[in-house]
């Protein structure tokens, strides 16, 4: 069981169903095909006398064509002990192979329930490359073989096409708010250290530059990099003001007592903050009568999906002062999931998966829990940290942030009206 689990944590906290156990269904290709057709994703495992449990994973369904099937997410596996050993597909064109005598069919490389025999048929080098001995130990006589298939539909839909990445940047520069008063709303990140936030202001800017780009100053320090309130790119409908970085100690980090005069819109632009002192009306810019556009509209928390189940007590009483803050103002929230990448090894290997991802899934929940919003508000990116090149998958995750933060803004400017109404009746 504990090697299923590990499986399962490979492939982001999928749960398996078995389709197929040779021992009990039979050692046939017949027998493989008619649980297992159309049926995908799957893992598949083999076992022998020697005490090997090894197999492989494909995204593609099962036939029975006498085809190859193209599939750059295959790869075979074997266990060292506990630990998972991957071998990725080298050749994804020929990724695997749909043979009716046969079980799963791993290119000319890894065949499980080789026709139709209790063995295993084995030829590294070709499609896949393992050493023989770590993969089944040369034992080829199997005692038995198991297909699962696994699940983990995606608990919330994308549509991870470029035609879509060019809908979103259309959208989000044809954006007006709907009032007036307002060109450009305004979107406050508050978050830990280190969680992103800095970096996703950069991979945003990127996006809409076509490179990446970090006009903001990011990192890993342990103290924030961020002393100012530092706005985005201006030909972006959309003004993102990046705050210090919570930290846990008093005196340090953004202060509770300015976020009231940043809410408020009293905050000039570049402000240089003073962690020991609050910010005073005599302050240099200070704005003693802010407009409804100097306001903030929709506040976001940028929080790092690996730590969530590590953060300390002290920061999310920090969190909560500041989301009780928030509410009492009516100001919308939402919370930005970064670094999924780093949490999850599925989602790492292709940033398509979020969204499958039990692990994230879990985490999403976590965080909602924590800081008090419902899981509809909070929204899973990558940001552009050590890439060179700009990723449409990314791309596509950062814009979709965005436009749930205009959805929120016109839902904030929507209240406002309304209340404008109330009051002008009575």
Not at 232 to 254: F, N, Q, R
Not at 309 to 314: A, D, E, Q, R
Not at 403 to 419: A, K, N, T, W
Request: charge should be negative.
């Amino acid at each position: 069981m504990s090697r299923e689990r590990t499986i399962c944590a490979q492939l982001g906290r999928f749960k398996l169903k078995l389709l197929y156990k040779a021992s009990i269904h039979g050692f046939t290709g017949a027998a493989f095909h008619q649980r297992c057709d159309n049926r995908s994703p799957t893992v598949s495992v083999g076992y022998n006398n020697s005490g090997f449990v090894f197999g492989g994973y494909t995204e593609q369904p099962f036939s029975q064509s006498g085809q190859y099937v193209n599939d750059d997410q295959a790869f075979l596996f074997t266990f060292d002990g506990e630990n998972l050993i991957k071998y990725p597909v080298t050749n994804s064109t020929y990724a695997v192979r749909m043979m009716a005598n046969s079980g799963p069919y791993f290119g000319e490389t890894l065949v499980l329930v080789n026709g139709s025999q209790a063995v295993t048929y084995s030829n590294p080098g070709n499609y896949y490359n393992f050493p023989a001995a770590q993969m089944h130990g040369n034992d080829l006589n199997m005692t038995e073989c198991e297909v699962y298939e696994v699940e983990g539909k995606s608990w919330r839909t994308v549509i991870w096409e470029s035609e879509k990445r060019k809908e979103l940047i259309e959208y989000i520069k044809s954006y007006k708010p709907t009032v007036s008063s307002v060109t450009q709303p305004r979107v406050l990140l508050i978050g830990p250290v280190g969680a992103g936030k800095s970096s996703f202001f950069n991979s945003v800017s990127s996006v809409f530059r076509g490179h990446v780009t970090s006009q903001a100053i990011s990192g890993s320090s342990s103290t924030s990099l961020t002393t100012q309130v530092f706005v985005c790119w201006k030909p972006l409908p959309i003004i993102l003001c990046d705050t210090m970085g919570l930290e846990e100690t008093k005196g340090a980090g953004l202060d509770i007592d300015d976020l009231s005069s940043i809410l408020n819109g009293h905050l000039p632009e570049r402000y240089q903050f003073n962690p020991s002192a609050p910010l005073h009306p005599e302050a240099h810019g200070y704005r003693t009568s802010p407009g409804l556009k100097d306001k903030i509209h929709c506040v976001a928390y940028v929080i790092d999906a690996s730590k969530v189940s590590i953060m300390s007590t002290g920061l999310e009483e920090k969190l909560d002062a500041i989301r009780r803050k928030v509410n009492l103002m009516g100001i919308p929230q939402l919370v930005l999931l970064t670094k999924v990448d780093e949490a999850c090894p599925l989602v790492k290997e292709d940033v398509r998966n979020v969204y499958k991802s039990g692990y994230i899934k879990d985490v999403v929940q976590e965080v909602g829990s924590r800081l008090g919003v419902p899981l509809s508000c909070v929204v899973p990116v990558k940001n552009y940290s050590e890439e060179l090149e700009l990723d449409m998958n990314c791309d596509i995750l950062l814009l979709s942030a965005v436009l749930q933060m205009f959805r929120f803004v016109d839902d904030y400017f929507d209240e406002m009206s309304m209340e404008e109404r109330t009051k002008s009746k009575a």
